[in-house]
């Protein structure tokens, strides 16, 4: 019977999560014998039928990536797994590597494979020293069991080796061009756009995905294409790792199928539980900080899957999930959003340097209930400005999270304004 | 610098790694948390500098840059604490007032003794145990009130000192 929770399958149920023995007994590195047993073309179809697409929020379709990955030609290729995982409310690629390392090592020595890449990279968070000094137990260990290095399995030419990239931190670093700058010791600003699969880091061909897509490489090729699909939807394969936070009974990291029901994810005992009063919820941001938030009422009919989604402009992101209820006000949920893309503006384009600051601003005014009359219109001028002018996704994505809030709760913008108070002349920028 | 970190000890640190530009931040983060102060003076970031070959203000524009890296001495526990929404919606907003009561100082000030300071952050991937504080690798969970005030005595009282 196959485990509806393959992602997780293995989370405490090994005591030395670095010792590669451990993790083939418990059907470690069954999935790269898969693709080593195969053609080129055969493990090209398993990874179109079985449907991945990539966990990170970008939904690119990872089938899709690896070809061009492998039909551009360069010395060197890159696998890139960013595990910095920036995002508030989410934990997933953390716990992965915290619980199951191998399993995205495996991941990148198929992706490698696949590619034909020779050197791979884990970009992850310096500061969790103790997951760092881990990660390099667990590589160190794979070397010695000849499972990254040269002639992986004895198969010749196979060579691939993962090196620790550390992070000090910056989120505009899920964006490619930033994270290359990074990674190649420049600060993790982004520069024009790039395609990592044709010209990425150090301009060669590179695939980057996060963790969570990384590990699911090694089931989708163990289960196989059709086993694996059918855990999701027929356009979706596999499962997606959840993170749910804010008032939900049960906060936590949950592995569900995709194209479950979202209100069965926040409401079953088996994940959300519920909120914590037992009070209905009032809304829901979901995929991040960068998602839409959404009234409560608006998704009794939501499939959990990115094509259900997408039909309703919504997007799964990293798989987080906030959820609140009536006891908190929008604006008081809004304003710590507005500080951290505040914090998080690199500072290179002026709208999302100076306009994040006036987006924090502007909220703080209205939570305080001191807006005159003209501020919502300001706020959305202002929203729009950073939105339309950012040239990267931090400063484009701010008008997700404050529009649909201002289109589900606008009393409680209207609230935010003394409407007898003077109204102030808007200012031109 | 930090008096238990000889400059011997410092250079073979910085050796261990690779003398390439990428290795800079990986470097200078090593380094930061293997001393007492965790920050990067000066001598540090010339070393790193010249090792890998960027200039000085190459190295302090990563130092500025980014918020793990510091360019002060820190104090000896930086309690971190979360501000994004997530953590707001867990009821977390009561963490920086109490710390502010209890130690008498603001975000981001060190106490006279130079033993304990508090800092909002974005986000740690703690949030299913918020209300939590961050100290270095270890995560204080579920706390009040009371168990911030417990905390930051068992931490006068040197009753951490083994683990962080």
Known sequence: MITRQPLTSRFGRVKDITDVAAYEQLQGYEGLNQVLDATETQ?????????????????TNVAVDCQEVLTNEAETKYIICNADEGEPGTFKDKALLRSDPLAV????????????????????????RDLILELMQTIENCRAAHLLGKSIFDVPGFDFDIKISESAGAYVCQEPAALFNAMSGATGRPGGRVTPTKAGFYKQPTLVEDAETFANLPVLYRLGAKAYQSLGTSESGGTKLVCLTGQVKNRGLFEVPIGLELTTILNDPEFGGGSQDGTPFKFIHLGGQSGMILPAENITDLIYSPEALQAEHLTMGTGAIVAATEAVNI?????????FFMDESCGKCPACRIGTVRIYEALQTLQKQEGVPGDLTRLAHMVDHVASQASCFVGQVVANPIFSAMAAFPEEFKAGVDWQAEVVKEVPW | MDNTMTLTKKVALIHSFEPEPDAAVNILLTLQQATKDAYVDEASARLVADYVGLTLANIYELVSYYPALNEQPQARYVLTFCHSAPCAVSDNGFIEKTLHQILGIDE??????GLLAYQGVACVGACEQAPFIKIKDHIFPNLTTDKIQQLVADLKAGHFDDIL
């Open chain 1, 43 to 59: 493990n090209l179809n398993t990874l179109i039928e079985g449907a991945l697409w990539s966990r990170s929020g970008n939904g």
């Open chain 2, 108 to 113: 981001g000030q060190v106490t006279d003794d």
């Open chain 1, 105 to 128: 090592i495996e991941g990148m020595t198929i992706a490698a494979y696949l590619t034909h890449a020779q050197v791979g990279y884990i970009y992850v968070r310096g500061e969790f």
């Open chain 1, 331 to 339: 604006l008081d949920y809004l304003v710590p959003v507005a500080r």
